[in-house]
Antibody, heavy 126, light 110 residues
C-alpha cells in the first residue's frame, strides 16, 4: 500500500516560487509515475505534471513554462516547483501515483491516479 | 485543452440508480479507452472508483460501473446509499499526451 505525504509552505508571496515535496512510503519508486495535481478552493482538479524515477517527465502544457518536477529516489521523495505564482495558483496541491507498465521494450504510465496524498493548501498572498 | 463537461449536480433517493455523464471530444474521451472516475468527499483527497472506462479497483463496490459511447463517458451508481453523497470527477487521456479532468458533479442523496 503506497502512502504519500505532501509538505511545504502554506503561504507564498505573489511572484515568488512555490516549492512542495511529496514523501513516498510503502511502494517501489520504479512501480509508479509520480504526479502533482491541484484543486483551487471550491473548484475542480487540474493535473500539473508527472515524473518517472528514471527522470522522464511530462507537463501540463498550460503550466509547463512555470513548473519543474524532480525526484530524489534515495530519499523516496519527489518535488514540485512553480515560479511566478499569482493568486490564481492558490489551491490544495495533491501528490498522486500513476501505475507504471512495461510493454516489453519500455516503461509507460497508465492514465489514472490510484494513490493520493491528503493534500496541502497553498495560499498565494502578500 | 478544455476541461471535460459534467453536469454540476445530480440527485437521487436511496436505492435508486443515477448516471453522471462526462462529455469530451474525439481527442480525449472519444479517442481512447482511458477514462477514469474519482469520488471526493468534502475535505478529503479524491479516490479512484473506475479506470480505463469500466474497470473497478480492488475494494470498490460493484454498485459503481462505467461505460463510454462516442465522446461521452458515464458513471452509474446503483442502489444509491447515503455514503455515496460526494463530488465525482471524470478524467481522460488526451491526444496531446496528458490528462484532463471534468469540472465535477455534486451528487446529493435525498
Amino acid at each position: 500500500q503506497v502512502q504519500l505525504q505532501e509538505s511545504g509552505p502554506g503561504l507564498v508571496k505573489p511572484s515568488e516560487t512555490l516549492s512542495l515535496t511529496c514523501t513516498v512510503s510503502g511502494g517501489s519508486m520504479s512501480s509508479y509515475y509520480w504526479s502533482w495535481i491541484r484543486q483551487p478552493p471550491g473548484k475542480g482538479l487540474e493535473w500539473i505534471a508527472y515524473i518517472y524515477y528514471s527522470g522522464s517527465t511530462n507537463y501540463n502544457p498550460s503550466l509547463k513554462s512555470r513548473v519543474t518536477i524532480s525526484a530524489d529516489t534515495s530519499k523516496h521523495q519527489f518535488s514540485l516547483k512553480m515560479s511566478s505564482v499569482t493568486a490564481a495558483d492558490t489551491a490544495v496541491y495533491y501528490c498522486a501515483t500513476l501505475p507504471a507498465s512495461y510493454d516489453g521494450s519500455a516503461y509507460y504510465s497508465e492514465h489514472y491516479f490510484d494513490y493520493w496524498g491528503q493534500g496541502t493548501l497553498v495560499t498565494v498572498s502578500s | 485543452q478544455s476541461a471535460l463537461t459534467q453536469p454540476a449536480s445530480v440527485s437521487g433517493s436511496p436505492g435508486q440508480s443515477i448516471t453522471i455523464s462526462c462529455t469530451g471530444t474525439s481527442s480525449d474521451v472519444g479517442g481512447y479507452k482511458f477514462v477514469s472516475w474519482y469520488q471526493q468527499h468534502p475535505g478529503k483527497a479524491p479516490k479512484l472508483m473506475i479506470y480505463d472506462v469500466s474497470n473497478r479497483p480492488s475494494g470498490v463496490s460493484n454498485r459503481f460501473s462505467g461505460s463510454k459511447s462516442g465522446n461521452t463517458a458515464s458513471l452509474t451508481i446503483s442502489g444509491l446509499q447515503a455514503e455515496d453523497e460526494a463530488a465525482y470527477y471524470c478524467s481522460s487521456y488526451t491526444s496531446t499526451n496528458y490528462v484532463v479532468f471534468g469540472g465535477g458533479t455534486k451528487l446529493t442523496v435525498l
